[in-house]
């Protein structure tokens, strides 16, 4: 396995740093990247940024807004934050199989006599409450899954510059956001500075296999900051347009996520469809967008045109029926 360790903490440049690697480094070999964000927020693929952020809050503290590649929840990143990446290929691997790659990250903290554990679909909690976020894109027989480790952030800061969805936070009984994640450095029994925990992590996975640093050239820095410039640089790519619908609607499915389904419908027919959520899913809604253009909003139609479709590769855990409750109810 390839070690990667940033040189930024620039969250556009690292996010383009994923990219990289995942695109343009030797396919045939493994990689883990471990890096580190000055303040951000980082929006999931297929969520809607502005629902996501209090708009006012980040401007006013200048944190930076950046999409990733996977989809998922936004999480809130600062220097008291470690964020790990694993880019393997997907062979064995089921389809976001989260346990595999958090493994380590346990290993690492019951070393320290931390006890975590893996829970729903994606969260790493101590003590019932979440302190890491995990999500995964899949392409061309690769994936690329990434975390967070919430170790000593702000966690004010955190709750004041994201908007959480109130559906979430009902259907899980929780008060607020403060009151489900957690920074690890509470449950330590001696004051652990983030540095060493980053080398026990190194030290649990170099026990498993033979572990090479790699350093980039400023050929590889150069082509890197050229995908930050063309894509995590722009507001297209973080913000992107927010057009006006007719019908908006709400949605939360358990075992796959939220869902914002905004459509615009005349004479019946749907004319214009989007849909934005935590939910991982490697398929272009883009297609999803063109098949369901000119279909009747009701059962029968709906049924037809989706008939043939694998809806899970656009929404993990997604039935028909599930999404077809979702235009209609």
């Not at 061309?140 to 975390?147: D, K, N, P, T, Y």
């Not at 919430?150 to 908007?163: C, E, G, N, R, W």
């Not at 001696?190 to 992590?201: E, G, R, S, W």
């Not at 890197?224 to 894509?231: A, G, H, L, N, Y």
Request: charge should be negative.
């Amino acid at each position: 396995m390839i070690y990667i360790q940033s040189p930024s903490t620039d969250p556009h440049f690292n996010l383009a740093l994923e990219q990289y690697v995942f695109d343009e480094m030797d396919k045939n070999k493994s990689y883990v990247m471990l890096w580190q964000n000055e303040n951000a927020i980082i929006i999931g693929k297929h969520q809607n940024t502005i629902q996501e952020i209090n708009t006012k809050y980040v401007k006013e503290h200048q944190i930076s807004v950046v999409r990733r590649l996977s989809g998922g929840g936004a999480v809130y990143h600062d220097l008291g934050n470690l964020n790990f990446t694993f880019i393997v290929s997907e062979d064995g691997l089921e389809q976001f199989d989260f346990g595999t790659f958090c493994k380590p990250v346990v290993q690492a903290l019951q070393c320290l006599g931390v006890a975590a554990t893996l829970q729903g679909r994606n969260d790493m909690m101590i003590a019932g409450k979440k302190f890491s976020g995990n999500a995964q894109y899949a392409k061309h027989g690769r994936v690329m899954h990434h975390g967070t480790i919430l170790f000593d952030s702000d966690l004010t800061v955190m709750q004041k510059a994201l908007q959480v969805s109130e559906d979430k936070i009902k259907s899980k009984g929780i008060a607020s956001v403060k009151s489900r994640v957690t920074n690890v450095k509470p449950y330590l029994k001696t004051d652990v500075p983030l540095a060493y925990f980053k080398q026990i992590f190194l030290e649990k996975l170099q026990e498993q296999q033979k572990i090479e640093t790699h350093i980039f050239t400023p050929q590889e820095l150069e082509a890197i900051e050229t995908i930050q410039k063309q894509r995590y640089d722009t507001w297209e790519w973080n913000y992107g347009a927010s057009p006006q619908y007719d019908i908006v609607k709400h949605r939360r499915i358990e075992h796959c996520g939220t869902f914002d389904i905004h459509m615009n419908v005349k004479n019946g027919m749907i004319t214009a469809f989007d849909i934005f959520g935590d939910y991982f899913g490697n398929g272009n809604k883009a297609d999803l967008q063109k098949i369901l253009q000119g279909v009747a909003l009701e059962e029968k139609a709906l049924q037809q045109v989706l008939q043939n479709i694998t809806l899970t590769e656009y929404f993990h855990n997604m039935t028909n029926h599930d999404f077809i409750s979702l235009l209609l109810l």
